[in-house]
């Protein structure tokens, strides 16, 4: 069976991005944590697919929060090539966890869209929900990543101790899990480590108020335990070339974190872009198209 090439990128859609901005990555990126859900993408969801594709970005998957934006991750990856999402419920909404919301999310794991269970874990920074409810909706969506053999996409703020207690407990019973937007220290990315979990980056990394201390961790995450993300369209990196309009951040950007990440591990962008791609594909079983 033959397979239709790939659409080029409509050039004719408007690319708000200015010209320095417009990177291009020297391999294939995977995105694996776009909230392309939000509304901010309302209006011109083609033309950021568009621009994203051009920037070498052929994969994105699509952050399920909760059973509406889950829900609407799917429809957008069944109308669109090159999409996949996953589906759980942040730390944030913990509270609502009940048996119709279980029931949905089981669901939804069926789909063949879902690659994920999440975005789910524990928040203890903002709380809000407690951190009584958070355990509780945590621990009955790895009871769910475990039934559905899914990875684990997750959430963890401020909570590593008891983050990597609970993920020990059930280690035997998950498949894959990774951490996503990790901004934690030394001590709980070794403890992740010794769990075997993968590690997502964003451009947390080019924050100079916060994220400097990540510099000095990225040499400490195996290539094969180590993805690249947007988490679009929050965490606009702050050390862009030029300023962006809205200040939106968006997939296409992503080239710019890969060649961040790349200088303080002291590889090649090109050598980032194809390591993180391959294990991208590898944790969400995203088969080449």
């Not at 901005?21 to 209006?43: C, K, Y």
């Not at 794991?109 to 903002?126: I, S, W």
């Not at 961790?217 to 947007?230: F, H, P």
Request: aromatic share 6%; glycine share 6%.
């Amino acid at each position: 069976m033959s397979v239709p090439d790939k659409p080029a990128p409509d050039e004719t859609l408007p690319n708000p991005l200015p010209e320095p901005l417009r990177f291009h990555s020297p391999a294939p990126l995977v995105d694996i944590g776009a909230n392309l859900t939000h509304e901010s993408f309302t209006h011109d969801i083609d033309a950021t697919l568009a621009r994203a594709r051009a920037a070498g970005v052929e994969t994105l998957i699509l952050t399920g929060t909760d059973r509406e934006h889950a829900e609407q991750a799917v429809a957008l990856c069944q109308a669109h090539e090159g999409l996949y999402a996953t589906a759980g419920i942040h730390p944030h909404q913990a509270s609502e966890w009940g048996p119709e919301l279980e029931a949905a999310m089981a669901e939804l794991h069926q789909k063949p869209q879902v690659v994920a269970v999440g975005e789910c874990g524990l928040d203890f920074n903002r709380n809000f929900s407690t951190p009584a409810e958070q355990e509780r909706a945590f621990e009955a969506q790895l009871a769910l990543a475990a039934e559905s053999g899914l990875p684990l996409f997750l959430h963890e703020r401020d909570a590593g101790a008891r983050m990597r207690d609970i993920l020990g407990a059930w280690r035997d019973d998950i498949s894959r899990a990774v951490i996503h937007c990790f901004t934690a220290d030394r001590e709980t990315l070794h403890g992740y480590r010794d769990l075997d979990l993968h590690i997502g980056l964003t451009g947390w990394i080019c924050d100079e108020r916060r994220g400097h201390h990540l510099r000095d961790l990225v040499g400490d995450i195996a290539a094969n335990r180590l993805m690249v993300e947007t988490d679009c369209p929050y965490l606009l990196p702050r050390n862009l070339p030029a300023k962006l309009k809205g200040r939106r951040h968006e997939p296409a950007l992503l080239p710019w974190i890969v060649r961040e990440i790349a200088h303080w591990r002291g590889e090649s962008e090109a050598e980032l872009a194809a390591s993180s791609t391959a294990t991208a594909r590898a944790f969400f079983d995203i088969k080449e198209s």
